[in-house]
């Protein structure tokens, strides 16, 4: 890894991993070759595997435009981005003005500062979109947010190049996979309860039959000799579907991240599932290569 600053998440995430990565990392393939991560969110896990020189060759997407956008834009136009978001001030007013903006009518390092600075500024960083896909998230209560950290902002730009990042469904993003590769998919958390989905990172949410249909996926990939990881809720939806031969279950203990009430946010049961046996403590390795990305292949 080149010295400098180490990449962490520029952006804040509902249902963000950076809670539960070293149970993920414990539970990670003992060797691989390409790593997919079909949804990106906030990359809490594809940071720590880049800053651990475990990745040779990454394939990043999701479904949110705006999201991919932005780390696009990152990506490959990482002074601009920093220059619009150092121009914007701190203040309610401007958060509303902002958020009303059409990000389609702005260009690529413009819309990616948009997003950044209503995560950061916006309340509880929370990403939430209506049913026409319009940002409502109101202002939040930072004192002074930093939405403009350039040095972060630039490791991330250099973790990024030669990576594939695509706006994709999910199993578009994993065609391509193959034997030995890893997939470690992330999706919108099947709800406890009425009053606990946080599914609406994309206007149009993601359903129970989203859940079969990413369960099927992983069969199928499964039997191609990919390996899987997966996190979501410990909800009965989700037991059922993966309680079948090909996969292993554990319970990991994770905080609630997103709550109104401050004083009910507490400890909870998340599931990791794998579709390989899960040892403990697992032998960390990458074919002994410690090379950074290949150029990106379509």
């Not at 950076?18 to 003992?30: D, G």
Request: charged share 20%.
């Amino acid at each position: 890894m080149a010295n400098g600053p180490v990449p962490r998440p520029f952006l804040k995430w509902a249902g963000g991993k950076t809670q539960l990565i070293s149970e993920l990392i414990a539970r990670m393939p003992k060797q691989f070759s390409r790593y997919y991560e079909p949804f990106l969110g906030g990359g809490a896990l594809f940071f720590s595997l880049y800053r651990s020189q475990k990745i040779r060759l990454a394939f990043l997407s999701d479904l949110n435009a705006e999201l991919i956008d932005t780390y696009l834009a990152i990506r490959d136009y990482v002074d601009d981005v920093i220059a619009i978001l150092s121009q914007y001030p701190h203040s309610k007013e401007f958060y509303y003005d902002l958020r009303i903006r059409d990000p389609w009518k702005m260009p690529l390092p413009e819309r990616a500062a948009r997003m950044i600075y209503l995560n950061k500024t916006g309340y509880n960083g929370l990403y939430r979109v209506n049913r026409q896909g319009k940002f409502n998230v109101p202002f939040g209560r930072y004192k002074s947010p930093r939405y403009c950290d350039r040095e972060n902002l630039k490791a991330v730009s250099n973790a990024l190049q030669g990576v594939s990042i695509k706006c994709v469904p999910f199993e578009k993003a994993v065609e391509q996979a193959d034997e030995g590769d890893w997939v470690y998919f992330d999706p919108p958390y099947a709800p406890l309860s009425q009053t606990s989905n946080f599914t609406s990172y994309h206007a149009t949410g993601f359903s129970p039959e989203d859940q079969k249909r990413l369960r099927d996926v992983c069969l199928s990939l499964t039997a191609k000799g990919v390996h899987i990881t997966l996190s979501n809720s410990n909800a009965k939806l989700i037991r059922e579907l993966y309680s079948i031969p090909s996969f292993f279950i554990s319970e990991v203990p994770a905080n609630r991240a997103i709550n109104s009430n401050g004083n009910r946010r507490s400890k909870i049961t998340e599931l990791i599932i794998t579709a390989y046996p899960q040892e403990q403590p697992t032998q960390l390795r990458l074919f002994g290569n410690t090379a950074r990305y290949a150029s990106e292949t379509t």
